[in-house]
């Protein structure tokens, strides 16, 4: 378990205190945040399923694939 410091809107802060028991806000919070990053993951790995399944954009990554043996050896830095 980790403590963050985070920055909440004074009107917000004050909200939070009336209406959520002290002993319960860390775990209504973790949970409101698991949800939004579970939300934002989900949307992600859409994102990549959708690259993925593009056809034209794999077809212009397979035209790419001539420049493999081209010649050109790596950067040794």
């Known amino acids: 378990m980790q403590k963050v410091l985070i920055s909440i809107p004074d009107n917000l802060m004050e909200r939070m205190r009336t209406v959520l028991p ?5 775990k209504i919070i973790s949970r ?9 993951e989900a949307d992600l790995y859409q ?3 959708d690259v993925e399944n593009d ?22 830095w």
Request: proline share 0%; with cysteine; glycine share 6%.
């Open 22 to 26: 002290s002993r319960q806000r860390s």
């Open 32 to 40: 409101l945040l698991e949800a939004e990053v579970e939300k934002r």
């Open 55 to 76: 056809k034209v954009l794999n077809n212009e990554m397979k035209e790419w694939d001539t420049t493999i043996g081209d010649g050109i050896d790596d950067e040794t």
């Open 47 to 49: 994102c990549a399923l």
